[in-house]
């Protein structure tokens, strides 16, 4: 399936658009610590491919924040607002079906980074999706994978955003290696330069500073590397897009269109680096192919790639211009069920993560898939019915199956808190920051109090429609619990039977075991019953029945 979306890329540029009315238009924004972006497709799902049909670009310096508190400049969000309304007109324009958003390093880390979000919502109507450091590599390598023909063979992508840089080692198949470490563009142009052009103190501190943040990241990567292998450098970002222009201007006399497959070798980097470092801003802002705003940050850029390329021992790297946004497309496409095939295991990219994370934490995975199971049978069997949440919400409430156990690797005390904090912080791949949220909070409120506007976790949810999913789903999850009170697998299979002229909803309970009066169970789930009945407005009503009266 690589061999075709490269392929398709290729046959979108040089043969009409069959089957137009099958084409769907998405469009991608990433709000970074630098830029915006945005990128709008046309996405063909026979193939399944797609191609770009326009980018938009505005750089508003997110990550120029309050140096004593932290927090996102008044002035950065009004540019970015602005920007994102103009994103907006342009999708609606070419008759975008759906705004796909996403932020990063800068929103991420700024005490006032969700009160800007739900801003963006309240004034554009927009929702934009808080994705961690690790999403965001795992994404740029969708993006980059999407644009690249692999050929099996292992590839190290380095991506230099405005806050962080996002280092990834994957094949053709999937990601080896994910991080991302807090040295950026803009991060060290603001904490380190002072000088212009910047002295040889500040560039000697700048160079030491990075080599000693990103060595771990590096040192994790070649672990995962064979000894037989040699893997080829792909490099993304505007940092690395200008020094590839700037080049190939100087080399070739002309910048390659697409810049994708141009290579700058270390040792012509190294020279680019000492020219540049001993020029102003206002002179580098002159040099063809360098804007005003990437000539403040290009040095700070420049010397992160230099030093990641020395620490791998790399002698050239190879420009790719795909990246994040492209990535957010494919995840969508995956998430939809576009791509299949040899891309197909990212579709499960999200339950092997679950599973991932619950293995860590010693999760007893029989049980806690049991759980699970008895969990999405009561949501599909009350679906229509008692609520109307969809498939996305049906797998949040799977993971929060599955992790919901999770806090025991703390404490047996107070453990669905504990599980909490480390959904909440586990890194849990292929979910934005708020169905992350959302995940933490089904699992928190699996048993003890019910959800409350005063618990600041319920209250981190970003609007009144998630806090219903999380009470809505929650409740199944106590059930779901309840069934398996024992651990053992005591009940079989549990049919519902909705009662709608008397508010009335029958459990019919299967045993695993002729013999078994289930009596945990039917008092655990007589004990939790409440907070689904004052949940859904019913009564529930619980028979345990011999197997052969239960149909199938």
Known sequence: MVNLVAQAKETFENVPNPAVEQERIIAAIDIGTN????????????????????????????????????????????????????????????????IIAVATSAVREAPNGREFLKQIESDLGLFVNLISGQEEARRIYLGVLSGMEFNNQPHIIIDIGGGSTELILGDSNEPRTLSSTKVGAVRLSAEFVTTDPISNAEFTFLQAYVRGQIERSVEELQAHLQPEESPRLVGTSGTIETLATIHAREKLGVVPSPLTGYQISLKDLKELVNRLRKLSYSERAVIPGMSDRRSEIIVAGAVILQEVMTLLGMESVTMCERSLREGVIVDWMLTHGLIEDRLQYQSAV????????????????????????????????????????????????????????????????????????????????????????????????????????????????????????????????????????????????????????????????????????????LWSLDYKKGVFEAEYGVKLIVKLEPSALVVN
């Open 35 to 98: 830029s915006i972006h945005m990128v709008v497709v046309r996405i063909q799902p026979e193939l399944p491919a797609f191609t770009i049909i326009d980018r938009e670009k505005d750089t508003v310096r997110l990550g120029d924040r309050c140096k004593e508190s932290g927090r996102l400049k008044p002035e950065a969000m009004e540019r970015a607002i602005a920007a994102l309304r103009r994103c907006q007109e342009v999708a609606t324009c070419l008759n975008a079906e759906q």
């Open 350 to 521: 999200r339950e092997r993560s679950a599973i991932k994370i619950a293995q860590k934490y010693g999760v007893n995975l029989e049980y806690s898939q049991r759980v699970a199971e008895f969990a999405l049978s009561l949501f599909d069997q009350t679906q229509g019915l008692l609520h109307n949440w969809g498939a996305e919400e049906r797998e949040l409430l799977s993971a929060a199956a599955i992790l919901h156990n999770c806090g025991h690797y703390i404490s047996h005390s107070s453990h669905h808190k504990h599980s909490y904090y480390l959904i909440r912080n586990g890194e849990l791949l292929g979910y934005t920051e708020t169905e992350i949220e959302i995940i933490a909070n089904i699992a928190r409120y699996h048993r003890k109090n019910t959800p409350k506007k005063k618990h600041e976790n319920y209250q981190n949810l970003p609007s009144k429609k998630h806090r219903q999913m999380v009470s809505q789903l929650s409740a199944l999850l106590r059930l779901a619990v309840a069934l398996d009170r024992r651990q053992i697998g005591a009940i079989q299979q549990v049919r519902c039977e909705y009662r709608p002229e008397v508010k009335e909803l029958y459990l019919r309970l299967q045993p695993s075991q002729p013999n078994d009066d289930c009596t945990l169970e």
